[in-house]
């Protein structure tokens, strides 16, 4: 059975392990704008809040006023709605022996490994020259916004997925670990689950991606994928 912990026990993420404890217990209809308060549905977008670190829920009204780049003067930015299937790229070539993976880049370049486990995400910071060697193998990469974006990789079970994604994708596969979680190596269910959130990121290929959701096209292109979960 396949086990994400390596043997080392990186630092634990502070930022990114509150939101995902909080996507894990919070109940959905609880959702509310991180900004004027108002009820959200499923689907809304997100807005990290670049002071702390934080992913804010946001309401169609106020995701708006932070769809361009800089609108938010360097506080809030909005998380980008497009999922972009890559090739060429995996963990180990990036220096992280684990099977399942995502990596951020930070405002100063800086690129940071995490793997989801029971107790959240921990974390290696990745050599920059390994970095560079795989956006030059694949210039999806070159794309990728820091901090709202990230490269989500996995070989559990035989698989070879690759996908820049928006970071609340990443967020809600290490909720999903942790709900289903048993035992010292996962147990049966949660490698399920791991496969299922797979199989729904890959059915959504073919549909036009978008900044706001639910409407109008992406500016990047028809390579992207769209949702509304």
Not at 41 to 46: F, L, R, T
Not at 58 to 68: G, T
Not at 195 to 219: K, V, Y
Request: with cysteine; proline share 8%.
């Amino acid at each position: 059975m396949t086990s994400l912990d390596p043997g080392a026990a990186p630092a634990a993420s502070g930022a990114l392990g509150r939101a995902i404890l909080r996507s894990s217990t919070r109940a959905r209809d609880d959702d509310r704008c991180g900004l004027c308060d108002v009820p959200v549905a499923d689907g809304h977008a997100h807005v990290l809040d670049e002071s702390t670190g934080e992913l804010e829920c946001a309401c169609r009204a106020c995701a708006l006023l932070f769809e361009k780049d800089g609108a938010g003067f360097g506080h809030y930015r909005l998380v980008p709605d497009r999922r972009l299937r890559l090739s060429g790229v995996s963990a180990a070539d990036l220096g992280v022996p684990v099977r399942l993976a995502f990596f951020t880049v930070g405002p100063d370049g800086a690129v940071t490994a995490r793997y989801p486990s029971p107790v959240g995400a921990t974390a290696w910071t990745v050599d920059p020259a390994a970095w560079t060697a795989a956006a030059a193998r694949e210039p999806g990469l070159a794309s990728m916004r820091p901090a709202v974006e990230a490269l989500l990789v996995s070989t559990v079970g035989g698989a070879d997925e690759q996908w820049l994604v928006p970071i609340d994708d990443c967020y809600r596969l290490v909720a999903v670990i942790r709900e289903a979680w048993t035992g010292l190596s996962g147990g049966d269910r949660v490698w399920g689950a791991v496969e299922e959130f797979f199989t729904r990121l890959d059915g959504r290929r073919g549909r036009p991606g978008n900044p706001i959701r639910p409407n109008g096209p992406h500016p990047n292109g028809p390579r992207e994928e769209n949702s509304h979960g």
